[in-house]
C-alpha cells in the first residue's frame, strides 16, 4: 500500500512570489486535505478536497487555494507569499467514511525570504 | 470554533517508566480525537483514537481515555522505550477524518525518554 506522498521536501521562495505544493494519496483514499504546521506549533487546518471540491475551509485568506485531480492528486497554492507563511505543510488523506482517520505525508518544508 | 489544550510541553521520563498527556476541548460536539505521534523530519503518524462512545482503548503500551463531561482526554504510554521519544499531539474533532472543519491539534508534548 502506497502512503501519502508530498513534493518537493523543501522549497525557498522570496516574499510576494507564487508556490505550488503536490500530493498524492494514499492508495484508495478519495479526500485530501491541507495543513500548515509552523515551528513548535501543531498543525492547522487549511482545507479539504472531495470529488474535486473544495468542502471545508479553515481560517485561511483566499491567497491560499487548492486542487484535486480526477486521480485524487491534489495541489495547495499559495499566492503572494509573506514570511509568516514559512511552514511545514502537510497533506493527508483519508476515505470518505465516518470513522476514517487522516493519513499524513511528510510534508513540504517552505522557507519565505 | 474548537480550542484544543495539551500539557504538557515537555516531558522527560526514565526508561521503563509510564508517561501521561493531558488535552482538554472546548466543544462538545466533538465526538473524536486521536493522537500522532511526530518525529523528527516527518509527518504526524496516528498511533491511536477513541470515539465519544468509548471511555477508554488500548493498544498493547498505549491507552487513551476519555472524559467527555469533563472535555479531558489523555494518552498513557507504559513501559516506555528509546523509540517513543517524539512529539506527541491530541487533536478533536466532529469527525473522524476531520470533515469539512478539519482536525484541532493541541501544541505538542516533546516526550523524552531518558536511558
Known amino acids: 500500500e502506497t502512503g501519502v506522498t508530498q513534493s518537493p521536501t523543501h522549497l525557498i521562495k522570496t516574499r510576494g512570489q507564487q508556490v505550488t505544493l503536490r500530493c498524492s494519496s494514499q492508495?484508495?483514499?478519495?479526500?485530501v486535505s491541507w495543513y500548515q504546521q509552523a515551528l513548535g506549533q501543531g498543525p492547522q487546518f487549511i482545507f479539504q478536497?472531495?470529488?474535486?471540491?473544495?468542502?471545508g475551509r479553515g481560517n485561511f485568506p483566499p491567497r491560499f487555494s487548492g486542487l484535486q485531480f480526477p486521480n485524487y492528486s491534489s495541489e495547495l497554492n499559495v499566492n503572494a507569499l509573506e514570511l509568516d507563511d514559512s511552514a511545514l505543510y502537510l497533506c493527508?488523506?483519508?476515505?470518505?467514511?465516518?470513522?476514517?482517520?487522516?493519513?499524513f505525508g511528510n510534508g513540504t518544508r517552505l522557507t519565505v525570504t | 470554533g474548537e480550542n484544543v489544550e495539551q500539557h504538557p510541553s515537555t516531558l522527560s521520563v526514565q526508561e521503563g517508566d509510564s508517561a501521561v498527556i493531558k488535552c482538554t476541548y472546548s466543544?462538545?460536539?466533538?465526538?473524536?480525537f486521536p493522537w500522532y505521534k511526530q518525529e523528527l523530519g516527518k509527518g504526524p503518524q496516528l498511533i491511536i483514537d477513541?470515539?465519544?462512545?468509548?471511555g477508554e482503548k488500548k493498544d498493547q503500551r498505549i491507552a487513551v481515555t476519555l472524559n467527555k463531561t469533563a472535555k479531558h482526554f489523555s494518552l498513557h504510554i507504559t513501559e516506555t522505550q528509546p523509540e517513543d521519544s517524539a512529539v506527541y499531539f491530541c487533536?478533536?474533532?466532529?469527525?473522524?477524518?476531520?470533515?469539512?472543519?478539519?482536525?484541532?491539534f493541541g501544541k505538542g508534548t516533546h516526550l523524552i525518554i531518558q536511558p
Open positions: 493527508a488523506s483519508s476515505l470518505p467514511y465516518r470513522n476514517s482517520p487522516l493519513h
Open positions: 492508495s484508495g483514499h478519495n479526500t
Open positions: 478536497y472531495y470529488r474535486e471540491e473544495e468542502n
Open positions: 466543544d462538545s460536539a466533538s465526538n473524536y
Open positions: 477513541i470515539r465519544s462512545n468509548v
Open positions: 487533536a478533536a474533532s466532529t469527525q473522524s477524518g476531520g470533515g469539512a472543519d478539519g482536525l484541532t
